[in-house]
């Protein structure tokens, strides 16, 4: 099957530097499925890190490579889908300047993660026109590729939300012909089981919780051992419950259904001690981990930025197509490739 008949997916990430099992499971693992399915395009968010790290750039490179190799390693293949960078493909930005024109910045004020945001990052200046404007980059970031899905989380839905009435908008101001030129995409939900990390709370970098697709097998075993489990669970004699265990979750998406069950009978019945039972659950992420370590070790920074450059170009041409359709439906002025000018400073050089 050739890109063409293949539905066209886009998705996003921010260069938060290295990846956990959180972002693995809840994005990346599911990007790895749709490569075959799909007309697959992903890229790294940069600008958006920019909308609230604009003060803190010093990371940016690394965390960028870093975020590739983590790709390159869990298996997005650069033959099967087009791995780019937003920067490197300015028309991210001049769509966004078109949005910005057309949405009444009350649209924006509403979404939820705004004020949210707000409030909850004070340490942070967000009262930037850039960080309001934000679903509107993101809106940009999808329409430019003229996707039939958006593969996030529920944690993005409203943005997709916001970026269809975009298009709505955009669509009844500037029409080209019949055909609407930036078509209403839809949200294919990542299913996320639930991933507790060492503290029991949702696996999240900023909770300092989490296990890195990175993390060496030594590491890997010290964090499980130092992982909450049941409360109810003091001592080795009293019987615990696995529904209620953060450990536990981790098994449920890990482990085999024998472990599984091994797991339930051994902690109900006080029979397995709790540290047998993070052994298992180790030894289940080890296994996951392994092929990605592997996998990753095979690449430089430089050759996953090499990956970047060449899917930025593809990446570009498709996005160029769209812009010359906006540029069409909103009757922008049009300049010749070549003005007579230039032609004869050129004849007068010769
Ligand atoms: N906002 C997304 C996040 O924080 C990242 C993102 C930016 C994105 N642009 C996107 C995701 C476009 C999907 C499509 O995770
Ligand atoms: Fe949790 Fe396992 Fe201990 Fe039960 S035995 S409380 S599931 S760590």
Sequence with gaps: MTGLDRPRVLSGMRPTGRLHLGNYMGALANWVKLQDGYECYFFIADYHALTT???????????????????????????????????????????????????????????????????????????????????????????????????????????????????????????????????????????????????????????????????????????????????????????????????????KVFSAPERMQQVYAGCRSASIGCIECKGWAADALVQILAPIQERRASFTASQAMEVLRAGSGRARQRAEATMSEVDQAMRMPKLAEQSVLQTVAAGAAL
């Design 53 to 251: 790290d604009y003060a803190n750039t010093e990371n940016l490179v690394r965390n960028t490579e870093e975020v590739a190799l983590d790709w390159l390693g869990a298996g997005l293949d650069p033959e099967r889908c087009v791995l780019f960078l937003q920067s490197a493909v300015p028309q991210h930005a001049d769509l966004h300047l078109r949005f910005s024109m057309i949405t009444p910045v009350s649209w924006l004020e509403r979404v939820p993660t705004y004020k949210e945001q707000q409030e909850n990052l004070t340490e942070k200046d967000l009262s930037t026109y850039g960080f309001l404007g934000y679903p509107l980059l993101q809106a940009a970031d999808i329409l430019l590729y003229q996707p039939k899905f958006v593969p996030v989380g529920q944690d993005q839905v409203v943005h997709v939300e916001l970026t269809r009435e975009i298009a709505r908008r955009f669509n009844q101001f500037y029409k080209l012909g019949e055909r609407e030129v930036l078509p209403e995409p839809q949200v294919l939900l990542t299913p996320s089981p639930k991933l507790p990390g060492t503290d029991g709370r949702k696996m999240s970098k900023s909770y300092g919780n989490t296990i890195e697709l990175t993390d060496a097998e030594a590491t890997v075993r010290q964090k499980l051992k130092t992982m909450v489990t049941d409360p109810a669970r003091v001592r080795r004699t009293d019987a615990g419950d696995p529904d209620l265990c953060p450990v536990g979750d981790l098994h």
